[in-house]
Each structure stands twice: as structure tokens, then as C-alpha cells.
């Protein structure tokens, strides 16, 4: 077992800025209300980079607090622990292992890496891409000889959720054919649903697996392979149906999967993180391997900024802290993540993952118990229909959720009267920010009664169920468009904010233990015949 070694930086109750910060949250906070009215707060909490625009005027914040988060970075070296990371260092303590998702999206050049892991990188890269192109264009034909007319991605957790977030969110760069279908869960339905409606003899599958042993990925590929031979598809040609993507690949081998159809990651690649690697081959096939690689740049570009952007400019680190203040400080639990362009419908689920299964985490690196609260509970979905669903907990409830609304400036839509939609979209996106920041007082409500008929023994009556308290944080992340650099961009900033705040919390992001234990006790049913 590789030794994990002792934390060189003190654990972050030790530190003096989290001290501070703790005396600042013990004292009476001022208002949103009263601090929504400083004349130049906007300005002086508002960033943008890559394209995305972070507007942190409605966090529960003022100048000192703001110091002592910038401190508390800067005494956690998190610039230190940054640049481990870029270069390779084996910053995933407990499997001993580099983390370098952010080379899957360098350029020809390198970076801290080194030129050797950029030369991997490339040259898989370019075989994703060539081949993706090949498909699309009817190159890489069927043992029919016909183009192949439908995708089916199978993969669970990292190589399900990243691909096909990004597959909804580009959707209008998408061809006619191929058509990309994804299958995650092994329910049996899950796979019929897709299968039912498709031509096997024009059908390619991807097997999407890091270790090609995940019992739910193989599960569903070898039912889907049966189909195809079912459906005459001849089983000494199948492989030309078949692609396997993953870091295992004697396994893919071992189980019929052709060399030349096999694209590779390497170990140094979570799941979360890989949406970068080949495993956005799936992507590449719907939307071109030139949209892929654009996709690339956006999280390059934020790549960028994260690492030479002074931290009290940077838009992941301005993010992250603000978190820190509201789990750590301020005792919030929850974040709440609501997109206002409905492409991005499924980035909730992908950043859910993202974080929790990086920052839920209750030992620090040194293996010792957790002296802080770590990862929050990240849940959310599209912003209009929370509207009309949980946003009342957030006005009227006895929770406090910090929200991260998420909306895009410019619509590019070809509906007729696109731009009406999209500004009903966000306004209500305005309007929900500045409501739970400035909430309605029980006399401005009874005032908003008497002004609407009510007579004064009803207006005192109803005030109390019309009242707002308001004072509920938030961020507002601004696209400029929805794009493949964007998308990038947005993907990139989420996953540094993580590393950011684990950074400070003196945790390991890079593992996932938790994910283990219910698999291995899984198969042991299995094989007690008890499943």
C-alpha cells in the first residue's frame, strides 16, 4: 500500500485567516439589503474570463470578509498546490498517482506536464477526432458497407455524465446522422428504450470504461452485442460494430474489441474529470471533432486564468471561497445550482458528481478525522421550472440554500421571436437573484396589501404568509454565448473552484473509495446467487 504522507501545511482551523473569518461569522451580519446598496459593489465584485462573466455582488460578504478569504488561500499555499497539480506531482495521495485532466486540453506546446504526457495527449486525441470525422462522414462503414446512422455510448458515472451533458448543451451543432444515444443504468428498459427503435446493421456501439470490469457497463454491453448479432449483424464482423474507450486495453482485447477501434486514457484521468479525454468520443461523433476541439480551448482558456489570474480576480477561486464562507462560516449546507438555458439541462447532474464525489471526503490527506465540514450537498436543475417547484423553500423556507444562477447573455436560436423567449428567461433569472437577496419586509408587504384593496385588519392578517426575509446569497455566471469555447470554459471553472476549496480543506478530491464499497459487497451477492 502507498504510504500517504503527512500534510506539509497546517489543517485549516490552525491557520489565522480561518480564525479571523471564524470571529467575523460570530458577529452580527450585515444585511444583503443594507449591502446592496454600496454605490461601486457591483463593480468591485464582478470578474470575467474566458468568456464568462462571475457577478458576486449578492454574496453575504463585505471587505474584511473578503480579505480574510484571499488570506486564507494564500496561507493555505493553495498557488503551491496548484502548480503540483499542473505539474503532475501525484497529488491523488492514496493511489499515488499525478492528476492531469488539464493536459487533455493543452496545446501542441505543453505545459508543466512536460512534452512527453502532450505527445500521448495529442496523438490520441487525433486518433478521437480522424475517427469521429470518419463516421460522420461515411468513411468507417458497417460489415454492411452502409454508414453507420446511430451511436450507442454505454458507460456509467464519468463516462456517461460528462459527454452527454455536453452533448445537450452543443445539440445545435449536431448533425442529421449519426444519431448518439447514451445508456448508463443496467435496467433493463434503459437499454430496450434505445435498442428498440434502431437498425443494427447501421449501429455503432462504445463501450466506455476505465477499467472495462464495471459490472453495470459490461452488463448492458453484452446484451447490446447480442442484439446486434440477433439482428444480423454477422457475429465474425461485429467488430466492426464495436469501439472500446478506456485505460484497460488488454481487457477490451480479451473481450473482442479491435485494436484499431480501442482509444485510450491513462490512470492519471478520474472519471469526472475525463469528459476531456477519448472518452468525448461519443461527443466528437455528434458534433465533429473541430467543435471537440474547441470545447478543449474554452477549458484551456480558463486553464489559463486559473493559473496566473491574481486570486482576487480569479474567477474558480472567487467562487470556491464564497463557498467556503457560506458551508464552513455561515453554516449552509447545500448549494444550489439552476441553469437558465435549457441546453445545460443535465450540467446539475455532471457538476453533482463533480463535487461530491471529489469533496465528500471526511479525512484530511493525513488520514485524520476531518476537523472541518467538507463538500456540500449540490442538487439543482433548470431555473424556470424551480420556479415553480422548490424556489418557495428558498423564499419562504427555513433554510438558508446559497443559489448559482447560471445564464447565457446572447441567443442564437433560429425560432421565430427567439430573442422575446430569451429575455422573458432572463429577467426572471434577475429577478429571482434580487428577491432572495432583498426579500420583502412585513411592512412593505402590509403597504403592498393596503395598495391592492385589502382592508387593514386582512393586511395584517395575510402579511406574515407574504413576507419575505430575503438575505439568500448568490452567484450569477453569465456566458457571454453558449458555445463549445464556453462550455469549455464553464466545465474548467467548476472543476478548480473544486480543487480550490479541497485545496483548503486539506482533502483528497482525486479518490472515490466511497464508490467501492457498495460494488464490492454488490458482486459478492452476485456470486451468492442472491441479486
Known amino acids: 500500500?502507498?504510504?500517504?504522507?503527512?500534510?506539509?501545511?497546517?489543517?485549516?482551523?490552525?491557520?489565522?485567516?480561518?480564525?479571523?473569518?471564524?470571529?467575523?461569522?460570530?458577529e452580527q451580519q450585515v444585511p444583503l439589503r443594507e449591502r446592496l446598496t454600496e454605490p461601486d459593489r457591483a463593480e468591485r465584485l464582478t470578474w470575467s474570463a474566458a468568456g464568462i462573466t462571475l457577478d458576486a455582488s449578492r454574496q453575504a460578504i463585505g471587505s474584511e470578509i473578503e480579505q480574510a478569504l484571499l488570506q486564507l488561500a494564500a496561507q493555505s499555499d493553495l498557488a503551491g498546490q496548484r502548480e503540483a497539480m499542473f505539474r503532475g506531482d501525484p497529488i491523488n495521495t492514496t493511489e499515488q498517482r499525478p492528476v492531469l485532466h488539464v493536459a487533455l486540453r493543452g496545446d501542441a506546446a505543453g505545459g508543466p506536464w512536460g512534452l512527453e504526457v502532450q505527445a500521448l495527449v495529442q496523438r490520441e486525441l487525433d486518433r478521437v477526432c480522424r475517427f469521429a470525422d470518419e463516421v460522420r462522414e461515411g468513411i468507417v462503414r458497417s460489415a454492411s458497407g452502409e454508414a453507420f446512422t446511430d451511436v450507442v455510448n454505454i458507460g456509467i458515472g464519468g463516462s456517461d455524465l460528462?459527454?452527454?451533458?455536453?452533448?445537450?448543451?452543443?445539440?445545435?451543432?449536431?448533425?442529421?446522422?449519426?444519431?448518439?444515444?447514451?445508456?448508463?443504468?443496467?435496467?433493463?428498459?434503459?437499454?430496450?428504450?434505445?435498442?428498440?427503435?434502431?437498425?443494427?446493421?447501421?449501429?455503432?456501439?462504445i463501450v466506455s470504461s476505465k477499467t472495462f470490469t464495471t459490472q453495470?457497463?459490461?452488463?448492458?454491453?453484452?446484451?447490446?452485442?447480442?442484439?446486434?448479432?440477433?439482428?444480423?449483424?454477422?457475429?465474425?464482423?461485429?467488430?466492426?460494430?464495436?469501439?472500446?474507450?478506456?485505460?484497460?486495453?488488454?481487457?477490451?482485447?480479451?473481450?473482442?474489441?479491435?485494436?484499431?477501434?480501442?482509444?485510450?486514457?491513462?490512470?492519471?484521468?478520474?472519471?469526472?474529470?475525463?469528459?476531456?479525454?477519448?472518452?468525448?468520443?461519443?461527443?466528437?461523433l455528434g458534433i465533429g471533432g473541430a467543435a471537440f476541439k474547441r470545447l478543449l480551448a474554452g477549458g484551456r482558456a480558463m486553464d489559463e486564468h486559473f493559473r496566473h489570474a491574481p486570486l482576487a480576480q480569479n474567477l474558480p477561486v472567487r467562487?470556491?471561497?464564497?463557498?467556503?464562507?457560506?458551508?464552513?462560516?455561515?453554516?449552509?449546507?447545500?448549494?444550489?445550482?439552476?441553469?437558465?438555458?435549457?441546453?445545460?439541462?443535465?450540467?446539475?447532474?455532471?457538476?453533482?458528481?463533480?463535487?461530491?464525489?471529489?469533496?465528500?471526503?471526511?479525512?484530511?490527506?493525513?488520514?485524520?478525522?476531518?476537523?472541518?465540514?467538507?463538500?456540500?450537498?449540490?442538487?439543482?436543475?433548470?431555473g424556470i421550472d424551480g420556479q415553480h417547484a422548490y424556489f418557495q423553500l428558498l423564499h419562504q423556507g427555513r433554510h438558508q440554500v446559497p443559489v448559482d444562477f447560471i445564464g447565457v447573455q446572447s441567443e442564437d436560436t433560429p425560432l421565430p421571436q427567439a430573442a422575446t423567449h430569451h429575455g422573458v428567461v432572463n429577467v426572471n433569472l434577475r429577478a429571482q437573484a434580487q428577491a432572495l437577496a432583498l426579500g420583502r419586509t412585513r411592512a412593505e408587504t402590509e403597504?403592498?396589501?393596503?395598495?391592492?384593496?385589502?382592508?387593514?385588519?386582512?393586511?395584517?392578517?395575510?402579511?406574515?404568509?407574504?413576507?419575505?426575509?430575503?438575505?439568500?446569497?448568490?452567484?450569477?455566471?453569465?456566458?457571454?454565448?453558449?458555445?463549445?469555447?464556453?462550455?469549455g470554459a464553464l466545465i474548467a471553472l467548476h472543476e478548480h473552484k473544486v480543487f480550490t476549496q479541497a485545496a483548503i480543506w486539506r482533502i483528497n478530491a482525486f479518490d472515490q473509495w466511497g464508490v467501492e464499497l457498495g460494488k464490492s459487497m454488490a458482486r459478492a451477492l452476485e456470486r451468492e446467487g442472491r441479486g
Not at 442529421?176 to 435496467?187: A, E, Q
Not at 442484439?227 to 473481450?255: C, F, N, Y
Open 1 to 26: 500500500m502507498p504510504q500517504t504522507p503527512p500534510t506539509p501545511w497546517p489543517l485549516p482551523v490552525t491557520l489565522p485567516a480561518w480564525q479571523h473569518l471564524a470571529a467575523l461569522a460570530s
Open 162 to 205: 460528462g459527454p452527454r451533458m455536453a452533448a445537450d448543451a452543443l445539440a445545435h451543432l449536431a448533425g442529421p446522422t449519426p444519431r448518439v444515444h447514451y445508456v448508463s443504468n443496467p435496467d433493463a428498459w434503459a437499454l430496450y428504450s434505445v435498442l428498440r427503435g434502431l437498425d443494427a446493421k447501421r449501429t455503432l456501439l
Open 216 to 284: 453495470e457497463t459490461l452488463t448492458n454491453a453484452a446484451s447490446a452485442r447480442q442484439w446486434l448479432t440477433d439482428q444480423g449483424v454477422p457475429a465474425d464482423a461485429i467488430a466492426r460494430h464495436l469501439v472500446a474507450i478506456t485505460a484497460s486495453p488488454a481487457k477490451a482485447a480479451e473481450l473482442g474489441y479491435p485494436a484499431e477501434h480501442t482509444f485510450l486514457f491513462w490512470d492519471w484521468v478520474g472519471g469526472r474529470y475525463s469528459l476531456w479525454s477519448a472518452l468525448g468520443l461519443p461527443l466528437a
Open 319 to 382: 467562487l470556491a471561497l464564497h463557498g467556503i464562507w457560506n458551508r464552513n462560516f455561515l453554516q449552509r449546507p447545500t448549494q444550489l445550482i439552476v441553469s437558465y438555458a435549457s441546453r445545460l439541462v443535465r450540467f446539475v447532474p455532471f457538476v453533482q458528481q463533480m463535487d461530491m464525489e471529489s469533496n465528500g471526503k471526511r479525512v484530511h490527506l493525513d488520514g485524520s478525522e476531518a476537523t472541518v465540514d467538507t463538500g456540500p450537498i449540490v442538487w439543482g436543475g433548470l
Open 447 to 487: 403597504a403592498q396589501l393596503l395598495k391592492d384593496g385589502a382592508d387593514a385588519a386582512t393586511a395584517q392578517a395575510l402579511a406574515p404568509h407574504r413576507e419575505f426575509p430575503g438575505n439568500v446569497p448568490s452567484h450569477i455566471l453569465w456566458l457571454d454565448r453558449l458555445d463549445p469555447e464556453r462550455l
